[in-house]
């Protein structure tokens, strides 16, 4: 069903929106990856796989930079069905990387950062995504989940637990125009963190690999209009609304 469908994953140079990529190309659509890291590796995974690819350097957080990203986006392929809004600032706590200070001690430029990224940059590519969806009446935009509760993590959880509520208020406000707005974290059930490519060699062999992500955000790009403002998961192989307190 994504044969042809052109999907935008943001913050995919690697990691997490690295693999997304990687699962898009898979069910042979045109993949759009952009980061404000260097693209090659990415790249060269869609390569491998024969993709239909664009790769553009962007920063969610800059409105021209997005505004271009778009407006690349629709030069060369004349829609947009998908934004997957995966960039973001990330604590590492459990890779044994630093805590990040507490809200007492906390750098009001570093708070600026996290929530300008994570949040700032969902609202951003969000809002220069949906005039095309709009246009065209059809359009899926996925923002990921994430839940820190170290200390220390207040600035990432923050920005999370608002993206839940982002996610239903543009839902609402897009429901007309036949755009589906969901959320969901990259860790099936049980899985509680993932060490990526970036991650040091003895926490990738201790911790769960990015594989395990599966084809959770392929599915949340097929997401029926009835689950639109939902936070999802995928139970048994299918789609399922999570209740509004969770944040995974």
Known sequence: ???GKVVIITGSAGGIGRYVAKTFAQEHAKVVVCDVKPLDNVSADLEALEADYLAAQADVRDEKSVRRLMDSVMNRYGRIDVLHNNAAMVTHFQWGGPVWPRIGEL???????????????TFMCTRFALPHMEAQRSGHIISTMGGSRATGGAPYAVSKDAIRTFTRRVAEEEREFNVCVVCMGPNPPGITGIATEEAPEEVR????????????YVLAAQAPMELTGEQLDVQDGKLVGLPPASLV
């Not at 062999?205 to 959770?216: I, L, T």
């Open 205 to 216: 062999a201790r911790m769960r690999s990015v594989e395990v992500v599966g084809n959770r």
């Open 1 to 3: 069903m994504l044969e």
């Open 107 to 121: 750098d009001p430029s570093f708070w600026d950062k996290v929530i300008g990224t994570n949040l700032g940059g």
